[in-house]
């Protein structure tokens, strides 16, 4: 079946960086979307942003923009969400999740959460 | 920033109909699709209804979605136990360029 598989959790430090990863099976990696989304404690899910797997072409959202990095590794059909400067707002769990087929169609596979915590 | 708007719970008794709303814009759920994800705190999220009233495959026929202008709703017919859960909306945002989520309802079975 489909899955994600997310790395495990990480404490930083500010102004320090932590890259996430996001392993994939049970779907063709090079044909979909991979998205990145985190939630703060009590806050709402907050888009990060996308690659398009196949192509490499990225998208982020702009509060985003300077500090987040989205990779992809074809040959372990593993994406990755990197983002530095990390300040303590950072502090949530990231969620990758995938287009499978057409992201208008959803994020239909999720992974399961990697909590970030940015601590001194 | 353009966001959408969902009431922070609703609730219900075993064999209810809940109605969840999302309100939002023109430029994101006027003009664009709107998806539903459940989502148990701990677990990962699952896609619930896409394209406004569609279910993936193995989502009940209990769950069902309408969108009407810029505003749209899930429905839950039969409550049942394992529906306790926090329900978002979502959709593209044509302004930012990018995905809005709804705050998110928590959805508790009495």
């Known amino acids: 079946q489909m899955q994600l598989v997310q790395s495990g959790p990480e404490v930083k430090k500010p102004a320090t960086s932590v890259k996430v990863s996001c392993e994939t099976s049970?779907?063709?990696?090079?044909?979909?979307?991979m998205q990145w989304v985190r939630q703060a404690r009590g806050q709402r899910l907050e888009w990060i942003g996308w690659?398009?797997?196949?192509?490499?072409?990225?998208n982020y959202a702009q509060k985003f923009q300077e500090r987040v990095t989205i990779t992809r590794d074809m040959s372990t059909s593993t994406a990755y969400m990197e983002l530095s400067s990390l300040r303590s707002e950072d502090t949530a769990v990231y969620f990758c999740a995938a287009c499978t087929t057409t992201c208008s169609a959803g994020m239909d596979v999720w992974g399961q959460g990697t909590t970030v915590i940015v601590s001194s | 920033q353009s966001v959408l708007t969902q009431p922070p719970s609703a609730s219900g008794t075993p064999g209810q109909r809940v109605t969840i709303s999302c309100s939002g814009s023109s430029s994101n759920i006027g003009d664009n699709w709107v998806h539903w994800y459940q989502h148990l705190p701990g677990t990962a999220p699952k896609l619930l209804i896409y394209?406004?009233?569609q279910r993936p495959s193995g989502v009940p026929d209990r769950f069902s979605g309408s969108r009407s202008g810029t505003s749209a709703s899930l429905a839950i017919s039969g409550l049942r136990s394992e529906d306790e859960a926090d329900y978002y909306c979502a959709a593209w945002d044509d302004s930012l360029r990018g995905w809005v989520f709804g705050g998110g309802t928590k959805v508790t079975v009495l």
């Open positions: 049970g779907f063709t990696f090079t044909s979909s979307v």
């Open positions: 690659i398009v797997v196949g192509s490499g072409n990225t």
């Open positions: 394209r406004n009233n």
